[in-house]
């Protein structure tokens, strides 16, 4: 019997082979593996903003509207933005204890991770500001005397020229920005809470509310020299010149007063 001869396989069918199991391994893995990154954000972003409605609803929807309209009692929100929400929420003015010409900072009573779902909450109903990067209010490439010269043309007029605060008209006032994070600042020119005009980066941009950051974190800071006495909101030790101005001067009168009077009533007499 004649030998059958073997038949021969081609050079590449192993290679052929090697690609076929390559690809359906490749589509049994995008049929079964977990979902994407975007698609994880994705989610996690509608977890934040269901969680944040529901903190909504129980907060802020009696003065803001189920929907965040607004009503006599609280502004719309629609709009403002998550970095509103982080601002108002993170330093305690909001919930407000009761409505009036200024809401002032008091204590925190959400978590960050709760302030973050409120906020993502917000910025479903409307595009507004975001939470701002820490790269954009880090001190990282501020200019302080840029930053001074800025605060002094468009914030002092209120705030006075070191951040001391000082009174408005009709109850209001400019509050005090020692102690305030740099993020809740960018915050506040980004949104412009209460009284405060907003500054937008077609107005002060990223790097010019970064360099006004810089400056108040240097002349509050505890490097700044403080010459002592009382300082007036920071232009320092002249209050105990002021007073003696006033009452030293004033003293000079009244005692010349007396001795005319004490003279006129001698001569009389």
């Not at 396989?9 to 390559?22: S, Y």
């Not at 009036?100 to 925190?108: C, D």
Request: hydrophobic letters at 40%; glycine letters at 14%.
């Amino acid at each position: 019997m004649k030998k059958l001869s073997a038949r021969r396989r081609h050079p590449l069918a192993a290679l052929v082979v090697l690609l076929l199991a390559l690809a359906c391994t490749g589509g049994l893995y995008a049929a079964f593996a977990p979902a994407s990154k975007a698609q994880a954000d994705e989610s996690a972003q509608s977890l934040a903003i269901d969680e944040g409605k529901k903190l909504y609803a129980v907060g802020c929807a009696s003065c803001h509207g189920t929907g965040g309209q607004g009503t006599s009692d609280g502004p719309s929100l629609v709009g403002v933005g998550a970095a509103a929400v982080d601002f108002q929420v993170g330093t305690g003015r909001m919930p407000a204890q009761q409505p009036g010409a200024q809401v002032p900072k008091k204590k925190v009573i959400y978590s960050q991770a709760e302030i973050d779902q409120l906020a993502a909450y917000i910025a479903s109903l409307g595009a507004g500001p975001a939470i701002p990067s820490e790269e954009k209010y880090g001190p990282e490439g501020a200019d302080i005397a840029k930053g001074g010269e800025l605060f002094r043309t468009n914030c002092a007029q209120c705030h006075n020229f070191t951040g001391k605060g000082g009174a408005l008209t009709h109850g209001k006032y400019a509050p005090s920005l020692e102690g305030v994070s740099p993020k809740h600042i960018y915050e506040a020119m980004q949104t412009g809470p209460q009284n405060m005009p907003s500054f937008p980066d077609t107005t002060l941009s990223e790097q010019n509310k970064k360099d006004i950051i810089a400056y108040l974190d240097a002349v509050n800071g505890d490097d700044t020299v403080d010459p002592g006495g009382l300082s007036l909101g920071g232009l320092g030790p002249v209050s105990e010149g002021l007073f003696g101005w006033i009452f030293g001067l004033g003293a000079c009168i009244a005692v010349a007063v007396w001795v005319a009077a004490r003279t006129a009533k001698a001569k009389k007499s």
